[in-house]
């Protein structure tokens, strides 16, 4: 069983910074991308960042050069640093990765949110 279990999210004020983590763990042969997406209220949810195994990232254009992406792959782990934050920055942050497990060659997999308010 494959578990994404994420951290760090909270209430920050705006320019602040925060730092969001996620943990793969269970049967995994190998991880293909790890990233992050989000979902605020009444709204779709979209990507916010993703890292392949080789490093290449993306990023959604409204965090552009305030946020990034990196990866521990000894530790199956991804994270965001998010700096300037803004209120428009606030929904619940969803951990992905695409994964090749016993069961599945390439699936997605989800954690399960971690709220991020921005507010004064």
């Known amino acids: 069983q494959v578990q994404l279990v994420e951290s760090g999210g909270g209430l920050v004020q705006p320019g602040g910074s925060l730092r969001l983590s996620c943990a793969a763990s269970?049967?995994?042969?190998?991880?293909?991308?790890m990233g992050w997406y989000r979902q605020a209220p009444g709204k779709q949810r979209e990507l916010v960042a993703v890292?392949?195994?080789?490093?290449?990232?993306n990023y959604a254009d409204s965090v552009k050069g305030r946020f990034t992406i990196s990866r521990d792959s000894a530790k199956n782990t991804v994270y965001l640093q998010m700096n300037s934050l803004k209120p428009e920055d606030t929904a619940v942050y969803y951990c992905n990765a695409q994964l090749h497990t016993p069961i599945t060659t390439r699936s997605d997999y989800w954690g399960q949110g971690t709220q991020v308010t921005v507010s004064s």
């Open positions: 890292v392949t195994r080789v490093g290449s990232t």
């Open positions: 269970g049967s995994i042969y190998s991880i293909y991308t």
